[in-house]
Structure formats: C-alpha cells, structure tokens
C-alpha cells in the first residue's frame, strides 16, 4: 500500500522502466516529474531486494505454446486481475520467450528454446524476468531454467571413396544398439560427413564400455562398404550414493573388553568409479567427546576408545554416515549393547548381631544381615554360606536377606566361642566351546589387618566329588585370585560343577577363609538337528504313498528330528525346501507334518520328490535336510511299484529294472487263472457224474487217479464197473453256454485177470458225449 500511495501518479507508465517510449521527454517535463522519477526507482529497487523470486523450468527445443505456469495462483492474484491489471512479462533483449494466453492468461512457452544458443557452455542456464501489473504499479520477479536435452550429435570421421558420381559414398549405418543411431549429414563441398546421435542416456555401472561398427556404403552395383569400429568409453559421473550393507546394525561388547577391542565393522558400497566410488565413514554420537567409540574412516571398523560400565550406560545408539567423493552420502544406524560382566564384588550389611548368646536354647537368632551386588541378572545372584562343622545354619527371609541362627542348644563349658565366617558364594558362567585360558572371573577378599598380614594368596581346595577333574578344569592366580578355564567346556558332557577357593593371609598365624564358586556352562549352538524320519542315511530312499483321492490338508507323513543342544537352540522348525510340484505339499513349522495343500490332478507327476529342511533357532542357526519321496497311487490296494531310479542311474537301467516286476505280475495273474479255471471245472466234474449216472443204465464213469484201478461204485444199482476210466476235459472258450465235452476215454492198462482174456469196454458208457 505505501509503495502503491508514492507511486499513484505515475500509473500512466505502460512499459518498463528501461524501455518505456517517451520517458526521457516525460522527464523533461518539469522538475516534479524528475523527482517523482527518482523516488519511483529508489522504490523498484528496494522492491526487488525483498521481493519473493519464483522459478520455472523448461527444457529445450519444447513446442511453442507448452505450459509453463499459472501465475494467477502463484502470485495470490484474483480470476481475472492480471488481465484487469495489464499484465506482461518483460526479458532483457528483445527475445520473449514467454507470453500469456489471451484466454486464461497462464503463462505460455511463445517460441522453441535453444539452451545452447541462449546460455552457451554456462550452467544451470537461467533466464530472468519480471511480471509487470498496472493500477497500481507491481513488479515480481522470476526465472526460467532451461533444462538441457541431448540434441547435439558426435562428429565422427568421414570415409573416403575414389569413385565419383553414384558410385561415390552415399550413406553410413551403425551397427544395432539401444543408445545410437547414426546421421549422414551433407556437407556444402559435396561430401558426406556421419554423425553419431545418443537416443538413450547411458550407465556406466550398467555398462562401462560400447563397441560399435560403422559401415560406409556407395551407390554402386554391387555396391561397396567399408567398416570402422568406434570404440566408446562410458565417462563416470555421481550419480550413485553409497548404501550400506544394512540399514540397522546391532553389536554386543561386554563391559570388560579392552581399549581397542573391536566392536563390529560395517560395509557402504558406492558404485560410482574413482573418487566417486571412494567411501569414507563417519560416526554421529550425542555427545562425541565422552562417546566410547571411534570409527576407521577408511575400513569402517568401529572400536573401543574408553572403558564402559554397564551399570552407567547398557546401551549406545550411534548413526554412522558414508560418504563418496562427491559428496553423496547414506546412513545407517548402530544399536550398541553392553554386556554385563561380574565385576562387582557381592557386600554384606549386618542389621543386627546378638552376642553374647545364652547356652541350652535352640535355634537363637544370632545375626540379621543382607547382601547385595551391583551387578545385573545372573551376576547380581548372590548365595551366602558358612562352615557346615559349626553349629550354625543360615536362613533366607526377605529378598536377599538372610539370619543366622543356632542349630540346636549349645554348651558354654564345651565351646566358649565361635569364629562364623560368612562367604559368598560366587556364581560364574562360561559359554561352551570356550577357549582355553579363558578368564572367567575373579574371587576377590579382603583383610583388616595391616602389613604383611593383609597379603593375601589363592588356592583351589580338593573338590569334594572325588569324579570332578578340578585341576584339568579349572586354575586360579595365587596373587590375584582370578579364575581361568583350562580347557574348552562342553554344555553336553558337564553343565556346572562347584569347587571351594581358599584365601589365606601371610601372618603368623596364617588365617584363612572359604568362599564356594559355582561355575554354569553355557549352552552354544555347536549341535546340528538330527534327522531322525525320515532316515536320510538309508540305503534306500523312504517313498511314502500317496492315494490321488487325498483331500487338502492330508497327512502324508512327519519329520522327526531332534537336536543335542539345550533351550532356544535346540528349538527346531521345518521347512520345504524344493518340490517336484510347487504348492501341492506343505509342512508345518513347528510339527513338521507334510500335508497336502491342494487337490491332487492327472497333471501331477505320479512321483513326487521333496526336500525338507529343519533349522534350530541358535545363532547362528544350523540345520539338516532330508529328502522324502512320494508315490502317487489310485488306491492302497494296487501293486507296489519300485522306488524311483537313484541319482545318476542309467536311462535303459529303469526298463531294464521293470522287465522281472512285469513278469511276475503276469506269472501271478496266470497263476490265479488257472486256480480260477481249475475250480470250475471240478464244480463241472461233479455236475456231470451226477447227470450222467441218472442218464445211463449201467454206472457213472468218472475219472480214475492215473492208471491205478479203483473200485467204482455203480450208482445205478448194477454192480462194480469192470473198468476204470479217465477222461482229457476241455473248455470251450468263448461259447456263451461254457459246454463242457469229454472227446475220449483213455483206457488204464489193468493186469490181467486170465491168459488170453481181454478187456472189453462197458456198453453202458459213451465213447464221447457232450453235456450241458
């Protein structure tokens, strides 16, 4: 308002004040206007150093008329105000690049831009300009940026042909890639010069390196061609920030570890080249000079530069940045957790003490005290104990407080007095698979006296299990009372053991105490699950049958598996690793059962290889995977067919191997057949002896058992047969009536009952007959 109140005489003004016709004459006019002048300039230019720049990008040679910016909306203008207000934009020189459309006045590309001919080599190519209201007069500054475009071609070297006319060079092609074409461009002395035209923008870590071929043909018949190779090297620029491995890191250091100690390294990759893809490192902590850690700009190593304490800080989060060497950089995060060592010594608090105590009482409360140990978990447990040959026991009550107490009524002229030393019982833990000479804790005591009687030396009592290698096991420093482990600890074979440490002054005499040290091994992940079914080490593979009927969801059989570690890891899961069919089979996690997870199809192969994994949830976690073949059936009740041909077998092994399976089954067959066949025609004997015996007068003829005579009853009430007969029996097949038809008696040869007397066959029987 007060730049719009200076200014309201001058609203006549309709041009810019470097270029507005007429502005010197109007000047002349009279010594008001020239200070009206001056003061309308002192304005405009504290104006435009206040004044909001709003920017607009385009890029080169985009059509005329393109859109290039609603400058109602941007300058906060009512509809319609700038045609009210009159409206232009104003560029230095005579070139407008910009104008408004006559409709919507939204600012409109006017012409085609050329960056190379507007700006040159200079870069980012800006073009400035200004927005010029009327009533009351208003000024807004702006800029175009024109955005590049690769529109300039490579000159290539030109090809030289001896021939004239049309047989002289006519063209150039390239060979076929998806970045280049080449142009033939014609020269004003006649010649033809290539030119190599970049279509697609290029990646130097996708390719660093291009080899192309030129060829140079004429006009001739047969035409002529000569090749060149362009060998184009990929320049690298950055455009790749480095990224780490991980975007969360997670490392754990226990609270005793060196100045220096390795904490976790991390990995950034940059795949830009040179110094682009250089990567150094850098550690954001909250407070960088108290922060206990340091990192190798170089390696990406972090390490331990002060001491830590768990019971101040038990955990550190700390970001580290990557950056190239332009400048691009990636972040990362790092969850630093301090582990708890026991490096606190337990304390004892007496809250009271009786003594002297009457003789002849049971159970006198002697003392109350409590202890307490600044350590954390397993290592803030604290067990207390005294001599077990005193007559004294002691009691826990409240949470780490204790009494001490009589064992039973004591007698003054026995004992006077008694000496209770009251230790802690140290509790140490060791990971299995340790190295030997481990330290693994430190018995620490302490002595009022003075001098040489405050020196004080450690030692290892004999353990009180005679079975227990104490001294295979465990050592202890006599000056220092620090306990080491001998030898690697197995969580499987001895999973804690207890053992008594002496502490004895260099008086005269020598004063001792006991404090009993507890050692827990614990469990590492060294045992791999243990597939127990199906048998991965069977000689043949196992096969599990599979009826094509089996609804979603059917059992086909269940991992069994164990693992010889303890607690978590020994916690197992089961997984498919591979399938014949994927999505026909699932396995449960934690059951291991294999299910069917769909209808089974005639598509699906009739065998079916699976191969199942089963992992412990150590860390790191180990596994074990077994395979478990499946046999798609009709139904339980067919044949058994062979197991699949093993790894490597022989294409003509297979068919080879049915050949006796075949053969058997057909023998079966045959053989139930004729069982079959056999049984009906005894049925069919039977039937017929009968018919024919009621048929014929004399008897029945039946067969005899080979040519040994037998005594045949006549059923006809006629007497004994003289002669025994056996007659061949065959079917006729394929008769819709199964006729059975005896073609011939066969004569046994019986012994003679006579010289010269022959037998003779029984009229009564038919030579041949056919039954129904």
Same mark, same amino acid.
């Given at each position: 308002?007060?730049?719009?109140?200076?200014?309201?005489?001058?609203?006549?003004?309709?041009?810019?004040?470097?270029?507005?016709?007429?502005?010197?004459?109007?000047?002349k006019?009279?010594?008001?206007?020239?200070?009206? +002048?001056?003061?309308?300039?002192?304005?405009?230019?504290?104006?435009a150093?206040?004044?909001?720049l &709003?920017?607009?990008?385009?890029?080169?040679?985009?059509?005329?008329?393109?859109?290039?910016?609603?400058?109602?909306?941007?300058?906060?203008?009512?509809?319609?105000?700038?045609?009210?207000?009159?409206?232009?934009?104003?560029?230095k020189?005579?070139?407008?690049p910009?104008?408004?459309?006559?409709?919507?006045?939204?600012?409109?590309?006017?012409?085609?831009?050329?960056?190379?001919?507007?700006?040159?080599?200079?870069?980012?190519?800006?073009?400035?300009?200004? +927005?010029?209201?009327?009533? @009351?007069?208003?000024?807004?500054?702006?800029?175009?940026?024109?955005?590049?475009?690769?529109?300039?071609?490579? @000159?290539?070297?030109?090809?030289?042909?001896?021939?004239?006319?049309?047989n002289?060079?006519?063209s150039?092609?390239?060979?076929?890639?998806?970045? &280049?074409?080449?142009?033939?461009?014609?020269r004003?002395?006649?010649r033809?010069?290539?030119?190599?035209?970049?279509? $697609?923008?290029?990646?130097?870590?996708?390719?660093p390196? *291009?080899?192309?071929?030129?060829?140079?043909?004429?006009?001739?018949?047969?035409?002529?061609?000569g090749?060149?190779?362009?060998?184009?090297?990929?320049?690298?620029?950055?455009?790749?920030?480095?990224?780490?491995?991980?975007?969360f890191?997670?490392?754990?250091?226990?609270? !005793?570890?060196s100045l220096?100690s390795?904490?976790?390294t991390?990995?950034?990759?940059d795949?830009?080249?040179?110094?682009?893809?250089?990567?150094?490192?850098?550690l954001?902590q +909250?407070?960088?000079?108290?922060?206990?850690?340091?990192?190798?700009?170089?390696?990406?190593?972090?390490?331990?530069?002060?001491?830590l304490?768990?019971?101040? &800080?038990?955990?550190?989060?700390?970001?580290?940045?990557?950056?190239?060497?332009?400048?691009?950089?990636?972040?990362?995060?790092?969850?630093? $957790?301090?582990?708890?060592?026991?490096? !606190?010594?337990?304390?004892?608090?007496i809250?009271?003490?009786?003594?002297?105590?009457?003789?002849?009482?049971?159970?006198?409360?002697?003392?109350?005290?409590?202890?307490?140990?600044?350590?954390?978990?397993? !290592?803030?447990?604290?067990?207390?104990?005294?001599?077990?040959?005193?007559?004294?026991?002691?009691?826990?009550?409240?949470?780490?407080?204790y009494?001490?107490?009589?064992? #039973?009524?004591?007698?003054?002229?026995?004992?006077a007095?008694?000496?209770?030393?009251?230790?802690?019982?140290?509790?140490?833990?060791?990971?299995?698979?340790?190295?030997?000479?481990l330290?693994?804790?430190?018995v620490?005591?302490?002595?009022?006296?003075? =001098?040489?009687?405050?020196?004080?030396?450690?030692?290892?009592?004999?353990?009180?299990?005679?079975?227990?290698?104490?001294?295979?096991?465990?050592a202890?420093?006599?000056?220092?009372?620090?306990?080491?482990a001998?030898?690697?600890?197995?969580?499987?074979?001895?999973?804690?053991?207890?053992?008594?440490?002496?502490?004895?002054?260099?008086g005269?005499?020598?004063?001792?105490?006991? /404090?009993?040290?507890?050692?827990?091994?614990?469990?590492?992940?060294?045992?791999?699950?243990?597939?127990?079914? @199906?048998? @991965?080490?069977?000689?043949?593979?196992?096969?599990?049958?599979l009826?094509?009927?089996?609804?979603?969801?059917?059992? *086909?059989? $269940?991992?069994?598996?164990?693992? #010889?570690?303890?607690?978590?890891?020994?916690w197992?899961?089961?997984?498919?690793?591979? /399938?014949?069919?994927?999505?026909?089979?699932?396995?449960?996690?934690?059951?291991?059962?294999?299910?069917?997870?769909?209808?089974?199809?005639?598509?699906?192969?009739?065998?079916?290889?699976?191969?199942?994994?089963?992992?412990?949830?150590?860390?790191?976690?180990?596994?074990?995977?077994?395979?478990?073949?499946?046999?798609?059936?009709?139904?339980?009740?067919?044949?058994?067919?062979?197991?699949?041909?093993?790894? =490597?077998?022989?294409? =003509?092994?297979g068919?080879?191997?049915?050949?006796?399976l075949?053969?058997?089954?057909v023998?079966?067959? /045959?053989?139930?057949?004729?069982?079959?066949?056999g049984?009906?025609?005894?049925?069919? /004997?039977?039937?017929?002896?009968?018919?024919?015996?009621?048929?014929?007068?004399?008897?029945?003829?039946?067969?005899?058992?080979?040519?040994?005579?037998?005594?045949?009853?006549?059923?006809?009430?006629?007497?004994?047969?003289?002669?025994g007969?056996?007659?061949?029996?065959?079917l006729?097949?394929?008769?819709g009536?199964?006729? &059975?038809?005896?073609?011939?008696?066969?004569?046994?040869?019986?012994?003679?009952?006579?010289? =010269?007397?022959?037998?003779?066959?029984?009229?009564?029987?038919? !030579?041949?007959?056919?039954?129904?």
């Open positions: 308002p007060v730049v719009a109140h200076w200014v309201k005489n001058l609203t006549s003004i309709h041009e810019d004040v470097g270029s507005i016709p007429g502005l010197t004459q109007w000047v006019g009279s010594a008001h206007r020239k200070r009206q +002048v001056v003061i309308f300039i002192i304005l405009m230019l504290w104006w150093a206040g004044s909001e &709003f920017q607009y990008s385009v890029l080169e040679e985009t059509e005329s008329g393109t859109f290039v910016a609603n400058l109602t909306k941007d300058l906060g203008l009512r509809m319609g105000e700038l045609a009210a207000r009159s409206a232009r934009v104003v560029f020189g005579n070139r407008q910009l104008q408004f459309d006559s409709q919507t006045y939204d600012l409109l590309l006017s012409d085609k831009l050329d960056r190379e001919e507007l700006c040159g080599s200079t870069e980012p190519c800006v073009l400035p300009f200004q +927005v010029l209201l009327e009533n @009351p007069l208003q000024f807004f500054q702006a800029a175009l940026l024109i955005g590049d475009i690769n529109d300039h071609a490579f @000159p290539l070297k030109m090809a030289q042909d001896l021939d004239a006319g049309s002289s060079l006519q150039y092609i390239i060979s076929s890639n998806p970045h &280049f074409h080449v142009v033939t461009r014609n004003k002395d006649g033809k010069s290539p030119e190599l035209v970049l279509d $697609k923008a290029l990646d130097r870590e996708e390719q390196e *291009l080899r192309l071929t030129l060829t140079a043909l004429d006009g001739g018949s047969p035409p002529r061609s090749t060149a190779e362009i060998q184009i090297l990929v320049l690298d620029i950055n455009d790749n920030a480095p990224e780490f491995a991980q975007e890191y997670e490392a754990q250091v226990p609270e !005793n570890s220096g390795l904490v976790i991390v990995s950034a990759r795949l830009d080249a040179g110094s682009f893809g250089e990567v150094s490192y850098a954001f +909250v407070d960088d000079v108290n922060q206990p850690f340091e990192i190798n700009a170089n390696t990406g190593e972090i390490r331990l530069r002060k001491t304490d768990f019971e101040k &800080f038990q955990s550190y989060q700390v970001d580290i940045e990557a950056t190239d060497g332009g400048g691009l950089s990636g972040k990362c995060s790092l969850l630093i $957790k301090v582990l708890d060592v026991n490096d !606190n010594a337990p304390e004892l608090t809250s009271s003490l009786t003594s002297p105590i009457p003789e002849n009482q049971p159970e006198i409360i002697v003392a109350v005290f409590s202890v307490s140990d600044a350590d954390s978990g397993h !290592n803030q447990q604290v067990i207390v104990s005294i001599d077990e040959s005193l007559p004294f026991l002691l009691r826990p009550s409240l949470e780490n407080f009494t001490l107490v009589t064992e #039973g009524p004591l007698d003054r002229e026995e004992r007095e008694y000496n209770i030393t009251i230790s802690p019982a140290y509790t140490l833990r060791v990971r299995e698979n340790n190295s030997p000479a330290h693994i804790g430190t620490r005591a302490t002595d009022a006296d003075a =001098g040489a009687n405050t020196q004080l030396t450690y030692s290892l009592l004999p353990p009180s299990d005679p079975h227990l290698p104490l001294a295979s096991l465990v202890i420093n006599p000056d220092t009372g620090q306990l080491f001998l030898r690697a600890l197995d969580y499987e074979a001895l999973r804690a053991f207890d053992f008594q440490v002496r502490a004895a002054d260099r005269a005499p020598a004063l001792s105490s006991q /404090a009993r040290v507890r050692v827990l091994v614990a469990d590492a992940n060294d045992h791999a699950p243990v597939v127990l079914y @199906p048998p @991965p080490n069977a000689s043949a593979p196992c096969t599990e049958l009826p094509r009927a089996a609804e979603p969801g059917y059992l *086909l059989a $269940k991992v069994v598996a164990v693992d #010889g570690d303890a607690g978590q890891n020994a197992l899961s089961y997984r498919l690793l591979q /399938a014949t069919e994927p999505g026909l089979f699932g396995v449960g996690a934690h059951s291991g059962e294999v299910r069917t997870a769909r209808p089974l199809s005639e598509r699906d192969a009739p065998r079916q290889r699976l191969l199942l994994l089963v992992r412990d949830h150590g860390e790191p976690p180990l596994s074990a995977s077994v395979p478990l073949h499946v046999l798609l059936v009709d139904g339980f009740s067919q044949p058994y067919l062979p197991p699949p041909e093993a790894p =490597g077998r022989a294409p =003509g092994a068919a080879g191997a049915d050949e006796p075949t053969v058997a089954l023998g079966a067959l /045959a053989c139930v057949s004729a069982l079959l066949v049984a009906l025609l005894a049925l069919a /004997a039977g039937r017929l002896c009968r018919r024919g015996g009621a048929a014929s007068a004399g008897g029945c003829a039946g067969p005899a058992e080979g040519g040994v005579p037998g005594q045949l009853l006549d059923v006809g009430g006629t007497g004994t047969l003289a002669h007969y056996r007659y061949e029996v065959c006729a097949g394929g008769t009536t199964s006729e &059975f038809k005896f073609l011939k008696p066969i004569l046994p040869s019986f012994p003679s009952q006579g010289p =010269g007397r022959e037998m003779e066959e029984n009229p009564t029987v038919r !030579n041949s007959f056919l039954f129904s």
